[in-house]
């Protein structure tokens, strides 16, 4: 079923959803690093790459993640990116539900 891989909820919790919005709203290509990433969202950066790798493609306990992001490591600092799925996700979104 490609909905399942394309739409947060499949596997995604609120904060894989705020992580997801975050990088949308990045400015580029989505990339943010992650104590960027983790002081936007209140979290340190352990907690943030935790959910990025089960947010990315590599295959954990035998189930491959839905590729939503790439973290990848320039110079001394990682950097967190959308994918094309990742991006689409975001776009199927609803309207965030905190505004208002």
Same mark, same amino acid.
């Given at each position: 079923m490609t =909905?399942?891989?394309?739409? @947060?909820?499949? #596997?995604?919790? %609120?904060?894989?959803?705020?992580?997801? &919005? =975050?990088?949308?709203?990045? @400015?580029?290509? #989505?990339?943010? %690093?992650?104590?960027?990433?983790?002081? &936007?969202?209140?979290?340190?950066?352990?907690?943030?790459?935790?959910?990025?790798?089960?947010?990315?493609?590599a295959a954990i306990g035998g189930v491959r993640g839905p590729g939503w992001v790439r973290v990848v490591q320039l110079d001394d600092r990682w950097v967190a990116h959308l994918t094309d799925a990742g991006r689409a996700c975001v776009d199927a979104l609803p309207a965030d539900e905190d505004a208002g």
């Open positions: =909905a399942a891989t394309s739409s @947060p909820s499949f #596997g995604a919790d %609120s904060f894989c959803v705020a992580i997801l &919005r =975050a990088l949308a709203e990045a @400015p580029g290509e #989505g990339g943010m %690093s992650l104590p960027r990433l983790g002081k &936007r969202l209140g979290q340190g950066a352990s907690v943030v790459m935790r959910h990025l790798t089960l947010m990315g493609d």
